[in-house]
């Protein structure tokens, strides 16, 4: 996968930037953690600015966190409990964990999305609850975009900073990646076998 994103962001630039941040929120295991750091990488050798790929990054992300909110405000609680009902263990979960959820959200709101653009994974999901809880769009908007705006700006200023240093570690990067999606599967695949509806 490292080799890849590297070849895809040397050739597409801060489109290429933009579209794999994009499909970072969309698909979950393309992982931003290898992304940005690269895209930094590159704007170090001079061949990217790296404010232009701050704000790229940014861009795709927030398209990508605006679709999984629209998602969520069209699905609504209602809807995604009776989901959950039908489908639980394939959801991994149950409608008494989407109300527990809900209320969740419904007490952090803005914090919750702020500090879940900053966690891996989470950030994906962060936005669905904030659609189905109805979230005010400019509030899930400022928030997603604060939050996102810091991880991206971290991850390729590592990338940056790091340099030439950054090519000793690109050998740990592709198997990192891979375990990183292959424990993705199997924590699934483990709430799938020993998943317990509730009410």
Do not use: C
């Not at 959200?105 to 609850?129: M, N, Q, W, Y």
């Not at 990338?159 to 924590?187: C, H, K, R």
């Amino acid at each position: 996968m490292f080799d890849w994103i590297t070849g895809f962001v040397r050739q597409a630039g801060y489109g290429g930037v933009f579209l794999l941040m994009l499909a970072e929120n969309v698909v979950p295991p393309i992982p931003s953690e290898l992304i940005m750091p690269l895209a930094g990488f590159a704007a170090a050798r001079g061949h990217l600015s790296i404010l232009l790929v701050v704000l790229a990054g940014t861009a795709g992300s927030l398209l990508g966190a605006l679709l999984w909110y629209v998602i969520g405000r069209r699905l609504g609680l209602e809807r995604l409990k009776r989901l959950a009902a039908r489908h639980g263990r394939w959801l991994t979960l149950s409608p008494d964990d989407v109300a527990r959820a809900d209320d969740w959200f419904g007490r952090h709101g803005g914090k919750a999305v702020f500090f879940g653009r900053l966690v891996p994974t989470v950030r994906t999901l962060i936005s669905v609850p904030a659609g189905i809880n109805s979230m005010p769009l400019p509030s899930f908007f400022a928030w997603s975009t604060l939050g996102t705006l810091v991880w991206t700006a971290l991850l390729a200023g590592a990338g940056f900073l790091l340099q030439s240093q950054y090519e000793l570690v690109a050998d740990y990067l592709n198997p990192a990646s891979t375990v990183l999606i292959a424990l993705i599967v199997a924590w699934y695949l483990y709430r799938v076998m020993t998943f317990r509806g509730g009410a």
